[in-house]
């Protein structure tokens, strides 16, 4: 157990943490931490905690350091903590009496304060293929909350806690040429941040735009760089191909290429337990997936690995830009329309239709409240458009749970987007998403002793992203055009001008035809019927059922994630009695 106390002695924050990962400086009354993969050395961190004089000063060093990471300041009593925007780095709070505690995990708060779940907010996992902004970000645990996008928690010296607003999302109107200048900085800086260990650093290396550039930004400078390949099972997958002439162009790196007869399927090895109580984990169905990589790149020597999550929500134009493009550039909308049109064959009709519609976020909202059971939009029929993507409960839900949900998210219409336009809010739910995805893979890869990164997910890389103009993001001269331009030098030409896009739902067909005993076993007393929140019977049928397209998956992978993660709760509860409260997280306390 490790405890770090107040400048009075008073225990301030107790946990376990890598101490690669931490660094303490303290000056007087003051006090910092920082907890994550960071470049910042220990004199310029003291420097800037010296010329602190309140909690707003923080702003300086927490938008100039490089980096994913738990920034932790106290001031006179007063004390911030924060995490990142895209939640890679996330903090928690309750009260504990009257004080107000965080702690980087909720369960971790869970099981201070011995709150139960709550059985609405479970509900909402059901919904696919999520559920919408800010329902997603509820905690499962009651009395538990986390901070909302671009907000640190202030805890006061009489022990009150309240969200502070510190960051919005920047006007995207910074030309191409400039803005990517800014974004290969940022995320140069980033990848130097996983590299400051030494030793060995893993990168995956798909064949995407995503993770070919992270390589090419880590091998000339790693002291030892490793590149790992999941071989795709499915033979009009090219990304090997694409992957093997990255290679080529990266000699000193060591290249590792994991067969897909090797790697375990989509949904192998459910029924086993999951030490992560936060909440149903999204990835569940690659969980043995995720385990096989962290001991092969265990078994490579690399402690840090990176991946190329957060490139498509930052780079990639989805249909949701072009609304917000109509908007601000007329004719380059209908240019992409009618590109975008041509590759995913909507209908004009339709098409057009969308690109009208000015609904209000709420009142997109109160319309999924309302067709929570209708049918989903038919594949390459019409663009999703809206704020988000449509979201329905499954046809297995019991009516108490779609009424349930269909309750909060019409009470959730009163909700302000996280940004006016619907590019922008549609990037950032991916990105706080992806961060998400990365923090709970991290906790399963923590286990083989390797830190799971996404350098795109910084702030500094999200910040600067975002800073770019619509137009340019949203171009229509190939895939990514804005991503193209950052990495224009640092990568091949050839590599960046690929035009073909691998699809992975053969993986998840082949998976569940595999697995499906494993499958059908679970549905004999299921904890969600239990809590009568589906039916078993029609789920067990929906198992069984033929999908011929892969939504109808997802609905499975959800409710599985939720069957999953009651069952790995005894009684209910996040940990087994005795089980250390601290254990693995941070647990800050603000009163000195």
Known sequence: MQVISHASGRPWVVGRWPRDEFSFVAAGQRRLLVFGCFSASYEMLESALKRMDDLSDVDRLARSLAGSFHLVVAIDGWVRAQGSHSTACQIFHTRVGSLAVAANRPDSLARLTGAGMAEDVLAIHMLAPSAPYPLNERSVWQGVEALPLGHYLELAPGGQGRPVRWWRP???????????????????????????????????????????????????????????????????????????????????????????????????????????????????????????????????????????????????????????????RPLKAARKMRVDRAIFRWKLGATVREMLDNRSYGTWLAECARSLTDPLPKPFESPEIGWDASVRMPTWAAPAAVDAVRRMVAAASGSEPMSPLRSEHTALRGVRKGGEVIRRTGRVTSLYGISWQAPFLDDRVIDAALSIRIEDRAGSGGYKPALIRVMRGAVPEEILHRETKAEFSQSAYAGLRKNRGELLDLCDDMRLAELGLIDADAFRAAVLGLYPNSQGILFLLRTLSCEMWLRSLPGGKPSPEGKPITEGTPIIEGAP
């Open 170 to 328: 920047p006007s995207p109107d910074v030309p191409l040429e400039e803005g990517a200048d800014r974004v290969r900085e940022a995320l140069e800086q980033a990848v130097g941040a996983r590299l400051v260990r030494g030793g060995t650093v893993s990168a995956d290396l798909s064949g995407g735009l995503d993770s070919t550039s992270i390589c090419f930004l880590a091998a000339p400078r790693a002291e030892s760089f490793m590149t790992i390949h999941r071989e795709s099972g499915d033979t009009g997958n090219d990304d090997r191909l694409w992957a093997d002439r990255a290679v080529a162009a990266m000699p000193r790196a060591e290249h590792i290429v994991l067969p897909a007869q090797g790697v375990p399927p989509m949904f192998a090895g459910l029924s086993g337990p999951d030490s992560d109580a936060e909440a149903p984990f999204s990835r569940l169905h690659v969980r043995e997936k995720i385990r096989h990589t962290a001991r092969v790149i265990s078994d490579g020597g690399s402690s840090v690995h990176m991946t190329g999550d957060g490139g498509d929500e930052l780079f990639f134009a989805s249909p949701a830009f072009i609304h917000t493009l109509a908007r601000r």
